[in-house]
């Protein structure tokens, strides 16, 4: 099989998994398979692949057809700027969530060594995002899962990010303790267990951990607003992505703790997908 054929019997299966970017992804997996560049695979394309390429090839359309997530099976994926290693045990970094990322970037602007706190950090995507983006910040990351962790910890050493601090803890069990930040932000757990079922299906190899946010899907931003409050400097932001239709209620429960200026963004789809607000 040449690698031109390659790519269009992957096109053709993914699409038949009903997987929607079908050319979008066999791209992804011809790059992954021969190691070879876009413009190396334009001027290659007639190539043979290897026994070797056209097994792992194999192995990754089985995995792709019960819909098993790309991002496990190529065990890194690119969020904001940077590049996240992820895999079983972790939330993959989804594009919308770089909006969030995105409005921190704004209101830390033209800030000196400001102080950064992300909760329920996951693979460390956010915080490691901005920690980059603000060489001179501090940055913990609060995660509960051991799984989750090493994935922060092994983003930390990917990235250089040195400017963070990964700590393991619940937002259940109290504040991070210690200093005030200027910013908290989190991409918490926020589907409410009745719309799992319409979920991707790669969302359901993801851990429920990181997903499933309580009855109404607002459990850790109650916990947050309530527990976190204090951790926040005056006139620091808090910034939360919320689920389809939370966005609302979100900015009331921070309008009811006392936080001003609460603001709404859209996402690229145009669904309400951050919120944030500062404390007075
Ligand atoms: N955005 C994810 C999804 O809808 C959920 C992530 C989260 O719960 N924070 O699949």
Redesign the pocket.
């Known amino acids: 099989m040449t690698i031109f054929e390659a790519y269009n019997h992957t096109k053709q299966k993914l699409k038949a998994a009903g997987i929607e970017d079908s050319v979008y992804e066999a791209k992804i997996i011809i790059k992954h398979i021969t190691g070879l560049n876009n413009s190396q695979i334009l001027t290659e394309y007639t190539k043979e692949l290897t026994e070797f390429q056209q097994n792992n090839l194999t192995a990754i359309l089985r995995q792709r057809e019960i819909r098993y997530p790309l991002q496990y099976i190529l065990g890194e994926w690119d969020f904001y700027k940077y590049k996240f290693k992820v895999g079983v045990g972790v939330?993959i970094p989804?594009s919308?969530t770089e909006i969030l990322v995105e409005k921190c970037c704004e209101y830390l602007q033209g800030k000196t060594e400001p102080k950064i706190l992300d909760l329920c950090a996951g693979s460390g995507c956010i915080g490691i995002s901005l920690a980059k983006d603000f060489p001179d910040s501090a940055v913990v990351l609060l995660e509960k899962y051991p799984e989750a962790k090493r994935y922060i910890d092994s983003n930390i050493e990917l990235n250089a990010a040195f400017n963070t601090l990964a700590v393991m803890g619940d937002i259940f069990e109290g504040d991070a303790g210690g200093q005030p930040y200027d910013l908290i932000v989190s991409?918490?757990?926020?589907?409410p267990p009745k719309e799992m079922a319409i979920?991707?299906p790669e969302?359901k190899f993801e851990p429920e951990t990181?997903?499933l946010?309580g009855e109404d899907g607002l459990d850790f931003y109650r916990a947050i607003i309530e527990n976190y409050k204090s951790s926040l400097k005056d006139g620091g932001m808090l910034a939360f992505?919320v689920?389809i239709n939370e966005a609302k209620c979100v900015a009331e429960l921070l309008k009811n703790a006392g936080f001003v200026n609460v603001d709404i963004t859209k996402d690229l789809n145009s669904i309400e997908r951050v919120v944030t607000a500062i404390k007075e």
Not at 187 to 191: A, G, R, T
């Open positions: 939330l989804r919308d991409n918490p757990p926020y589907i979920t991707s969302t990181a997903l946010g992505e689920g």
